[in-house]
């Protein structure tokens, strides 16, 4: 069974954690570049490393997850993280399995990466089916460090010294082209639009994992896909069918052209277990995902809001 549980996290609403997260922050926010390894699990995903209370960890950077930090119950016994506050059920163990741990919020004591020390940083815990023990950074945690994942150098700069505009002009003359991202103002994802056979839908930049075009999606633009007799698991225990495109998808964002040579096609929606939206502004025609950022040399400037993607040569 095909699970892709960590995709859609950030649709799913979390505990409202009352407190600034200027808090949460290192007031001295100096640039920080930090490797970055990528992973095979449901996908390629970008992990660092870093360490929880001491006990070390491999973090996956995750921009489709709405939280700050994600780990998992084992980790936090291990990192004796107490004040834990029970918040309802989430998570699951398989596919269409749903923990009996549920989610609990905590705070961090200490969260060092790279020699830096960070205070009193939240945390949710619930389990995902992933075989390696590790956790998340989401996109609270993006965003605050103003991080730029940089796909080809392999690394991720935080609190980026450069202006916007000077990191924009270097990009350029790297013989990049820039690519503005909108912010969703419902859940906060970062979006370009996409255009498949002249049909343009919003698809999330996603820093994780493989490509996913909603079925929806899929079948009013044309794309050719087949059963693969593969299946999903949603992070609420929902389970359905997972298809795969038969020949690559030219897709265009803002008329430049690019081809992705693999795609999951799913009902995104059915997964996430909720009603398909009836406004057309909300619909989301699914995901670009870790693959496709790789094979472009991708560089995702989160402080800024631009998808950066190398040209052809």
Not at 112 to 127: K, L, M, W
Request: net charge neutral; proline share 4%.
């Amino acid at each position: 069974m095909k699970n892709r549980f960590i995709y859609i996290l950030i649709l799913i609403s979390f505990v409202t954690i009352h407190k600034s997260f200027a808090q949460y922050e290192n007031k001295t926010a100096s640039e920080v570049t930090i490797p970055i390894q990528f992973i095979k699990d449901f996908g390629n995903r970008p992990d660092i490393k870093a360490l929880i209370n001491g006990v070390p960890v491999a973090l996956q950077l995750h921009s489709n997850a709405s939280f700050y930090m994600q780990i998992s119950h084992k980790l936090a016994d291990t990192a004796k993280i107490a004040d834990r506050h029970h918040v309802g059920s989430y998570g699951i163990v398989k596919g269409g399995e749903v923990s009996s741990l549920g989610r609990d919020s905590a705070f961090i004591n200490e969260f060092t990466i790279d020699g830096h020390v960070f205070n009193q940083v939240p945390a949710s815990i619930f389990e995902t089916p992933s075989p390696y023990d590790q956790g998340m950074l989401g996109l609270r945690w993006l965003t605050a460090k103003r991080a730029i994942i940089d796909y080809q150098k392999k690394v991720v700069v935080l609190n980026p010294a450069k202006a916007g505009t000077a990191i924009h002009d270097q990009l350029l003359q790297e013989n990049y082209i820039a690519f503005p991202m909108k912010r969703d103002s419902a859940d906060g994802r970062y979006l370009v639009s996409v255009k498949v056979n002249n049909i343009v839908e919003p698809m999330v930049v996603n820093t994780v994992a493989d490509n996913v075009f909603d079925t929806d999606f899929a079948k009013r633009s044309s794309i050719e896909y087949k059963d693969n007799g593969e299946t999903y698991g949603g992070p609420t225990g929902t389970q359905g069918k997972v298809y795969v495109n038969t020949k690559p998808v030219a897709i265009k964002i803002a008329d430049v052209p690019f081809e992705l040579p693999n795609a999951d096609i799913e009902d995104t929606y059915a997964y996430q277990g909720k009603s398909r939206p009836t406004e057309v502004s909300a619909i989301r025609g699914g995901m670009l995902g870790c693959d496709f950022l790789l094979a472009h040399g991708a560089v995702v400037d989160f402080g800024n809001g631009i998808l950066y993607l190398k040209k052809k040569e």
